[in-house]
Nanobody, 128 residues
């Protein structure tokens, strides 16, 4: 069983930055693909970013590309989401997720079905 705990959310103004953190309890954390998703009120959960186990391959949703950066520190069992240039439409609950499975296609990680464990979420609110 893997536990994921997100932190770093809050209320910011448009144009500000935030860094979300996710602490994983897994002993083999470095072998997991990690992802960030978000869910806004009344909307489905959507993919934001993923970082594969090799820490070299990263993928982003078009809506955040160029503004958000996913990274990980395997020595600390941490994954981060640096969010710059925040917009009101980025307001959502942000979730960290871990995948045990190695898929042949990176696009598999764009869906929440690929992930085995989820954090409880952290709220990000961006005011205009």
């Amino acid at each position: 069983q893997v536990q994921l705990v997100e932190s770093g959310g809050g209320l910011v103004q448009a144009g500000d930055s935030l860094r979300l953190s996710c602490l994983a309890s897994a002993r083999t954390f470095s072998t997991y693909a990690m992802g960030w998703f978000r869910q806004a009120p009344g909307k489905e959960r959507e993919f934001i970013a993923t970082l594969l186990w090799n820490s070299r391959n990263t993928y982003y949703a078009d809506s955040v590309k160029g503004r958000f950066t996913i990274s990980r520190d395997n020595a600390k069992n941490m994954v981060y989401l640096q969010m710059n240039g925040l917009k009101p439409e980025d307001t959502a609950v942000y979730y960290c997720a871990a995948s045990l499975t190695i898929y042949s296609s990176a696009s598999a990680y764009y869906t929440d079905r690929a992930y085995d464990y989820w954090g409880q979420g952290t709220q990000v609110t961006v005011s205009s």
